[in-house]
């Protein structure tokens, strides 16, 4: 049986006033699959994510969660199905005043009404699942770049969200920091089942980790192909197969 359509954005336009960032954006993710979003410098990929979080309102179209319209939705009804997601920023975003246990608590104390003890102790779980037990007391600036993208991880966790963004989650990691957080996002996806939209330019990690993929093209200003990352690899079209390879035009 055909995997269930968890995520459709159907017609979608970003745009900045009169800038036409993409245009005319129409495919599906389904439940529990690796969805990357690619294509090369400026295209909007992350321009997209946010777009499909609630950040940045369209010019036109929708996107739909389980056939929910979001941006057509009223307000109240769009907070909800925020919390059905999980987001991990290319930068991290944690606050550098706060330890590590405090920011993967904050989700839970504002939007769960979770009593602090029972946050802590949740929040100390996620940690461990990323491979941070025994950091929970330490600040953002006393770890390494790759150990706070794992931090931003499990604070995006933190609310069990059905779907997890993640935004070029290996940029500024060395080889191996990025290989430990592949290995974590496939973990999250054959343990847990979650349904998983990344946005990222590394191809070892669009060929290891996506079970399908769009290509975003700056110069056209639409989707030029779509398919699984091999079936990319092998594209008529001259710019997505040049990518893939890693060929010049």
Known sequence: METETHVEVRGLTMAYGENVVQRDLSFTVRRGEIFVIVGDSGCGKST??????????PAAGDVLYEGQGFWQAEPARREGLKQRFGVLFQ???LFSS????ENVSLPLLEHAGVKPDEAA???GFKLALVGL??????YPSEISGGMRKRAGLARAMALDPEILYFDEPSAGLDPLSSRRLDDLILELRDGAGTTIVLVTHEL??????GDAAVFLDAEQKTMIARGTPSELRESP?????????????
């Open 48 to 57: 997209l994510m946010r777009h499909m979080i609630g950040l940045d309102a």
């Open 91 to 93: 930068n991290a975003a």
């Open 98 to 101: 706060m330890t590590l246990e």
């Open 121 to 123: 102790r949740v929040a």
């Open 133 to 138: 037990a025994g950091f929970e007391g330490h």
């Open 204 to 209: 070892p990690s669009i060929l290891e980790l």
């Open 237 to 249: 079209v001259p710019k997505v197969r040049a990518f893939m390879n890693r060929q010049r035009l």
